[in-house]
């Protein structure tokens, strides 16, 4: 296994759509265990392979709390069906976008139609973190970042703060 490198924003890679995974062939196996020892060397609680620059539509989610045992769940070819209509808004962070945090408002719950490591298709429903969670890593599959999620003014403030942080780095 090893620890990749995260693209950060505005990496056009971060801008790819990512493809289907038609066969987990040993190449995505290995994928897949790099994309958790990345993540969770970060960390964070959710990757998508876009962010290392493989764009396959798999991500990997774990919102355990530190206190509880790990969780890795692995989504490859997911879809995001019934969207709830109330929406609910979160702070969200992502690791492309290093030390911003912004309020996003998303649909409260959805259904999620995944395959796992063995093919297996699962359908669940989701709700709170795990909801917001696959949404943000949904959207790295099409390319899209939270920061596309906010205003104009909100998402200026957002890309001036990163420019600070990194002059100051
Ligand atoms: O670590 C992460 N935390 C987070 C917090 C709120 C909403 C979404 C996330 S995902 C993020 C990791 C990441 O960038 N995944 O793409
Ligand atoms: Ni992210």
């Not at 989504?75 to 309020?103: K, Q, R």
Request: glycine residues 4%.
């Amino acid at each position: 296994m090893a620890i990749r490198t995260i693209l950060h924003y505005p990496d056009p890679r971060l801008r790819q759509k990512a493809q289907p995974v038609t066969n987990v062939t040993p190449e995505i196996q290995r994928l897949i265990e790099d994309m958790a020892e990345t993540m969770y060397a970060a960390p964070g609680v959710g990757l998508a392979a876009t962010q290392i620059g493989e764009p396959h539509r798999i991500f990997i989610v774990d919102i355990a709390a530190e206190d509880e045992p790990s969780n890795l769940m692995v989504f490859i070819n997911p879809e995001i069906l019934d969207p709830s209509e109330d929406l609910s808004v979160y702070s969200e962070g992502c690791l492309s976008v290093p030390e911003i945090y912004a309020d996003v408002e998303r649909p409260a719950r959805i259904r999620a139609r995944w395959q796992d490591l063995d093919g297996t298709v699962h359908e669940e429903d989701m709700e709170g973190l795990m909801a917001t969670c696959l949404q943000h890593e949904m959207d790295h599959l099409e390319g899209i970042l939270f920061i596309d999620h906010l205003s104009r003014l909100k998402r200026q403030m957002a890309l001036k703060k990163l420019d600070k942080l990194r002059k100051a780095a």
